[in-house]
């Protein structure tokens, strides 16, 4: 793989920018890849390429070829919704990088401004509107699963560091783990993003642009759903005096998503959806990819939580809320 300095010189020599004044900065892109601003003057764009090993304490390799189904994916959407993602200016499969617009202006990130307190339904909706949309007219459609056949890579990025290294660490959950692991390696109903995530969505008040789509993989679409209520759930742990807005957060973004799907029925995406959310829950607290921002005590918040919920087989994202928003300020009150 090219170095930094090989990279930008590559793109000089293909004309992509310019060699005067070059300022480069480099953008935070997570664990799993190298995002960089290149910036000469004239024009501003962004280059991604995947990293082989992956930026956290345990060791995580995933094969870097995702970087194409990222491509893949933003084409895809890009077709059916320009605006929902950013657009590709440079793409090259052989050296496992491209190039994209710059999402700025009065763009910021979705997670930033949850982690500031700012709550806006209307994001919410709008997530869910686009989510839908690409679930709905992906479901079933064979040319879209042989161009996503990622299982692979979604078990290395996923399902392994989630489901199943989590479930080597509570090994009285491991049957709940195991089959999750198992369902969703069996599932081929539609195109999934696979990292659907509040820092993965730029937003702005007229326009919401969803990015960091390397593990899109054909398959169960209860996955993109409970990735993302996961977030509100956690970061309600985090800011107890704004749980019930961001449970709103989820709610509104269930009802705006079942609104644009027809291959599932509201209850059974709803039942799927709480199971799944339970395990990523704790995956998030003792899996390979755990959030930077909870302390132990609130670590075992969530720990117990889980245990006591999970044999309860929830039915409704209603039902599950409250019992979280409770629990959390039961634990406020002690």
Known sequence: MMNQKELVEYLQTQRIISSRNLKITPLNGGVSCEILLLDDGKKRIVVK???????????????????????????????????????ILHQDEERHFFCMEMIEGDFSNWKKELMEGKINTE???????????????????KKVAAQFDTLQNFHELRIDPYLLSTAQKHPQLLSYFSEEALRLSNTKKCLVHGDFSPKNIMVSP????????????????IFDLAFLINHFMLKALLMPEQSQPLMLLAEQFFQTYQSKVTFASKERLEEQTVHLLLLLMLARVD?????????????????????????????????FSNLWVNSIQLENEY
């Open 49 to 87: 390429r995947a990293l082989q090993k992956l930026k956290v304490k345990e060791d995580w390799f995933a094969d870097i070829g995702r970087n194409h189904t990222e491509q893949k994916y933003l084409k895809y959407v890009g077709d059916l919704l320009p605006e929902a993602v950013p657009k």
């Open 206 to 221: 007229h326009r919401i642009v969803v990015l960091d789509c390397e593990v899109a993989w054909y398959g169960d679409p």
């Open 287 to 319: 899996g390979k990819s755990p959030v930077e921002y909870l302390q132990e005590e609130q670590q075992d918040i969530v720990r117990n939580f889980v245990y006591k919920t999970l044999p309860k087989k929830i039915k409704t994202l209603d039902v």
């Open 123 to 141: 994001y919410a909706r709008e997530a869910g509107r686009i989510l839908g949309l690409i679930h709905n007219t992906s479901f079933d459609q």
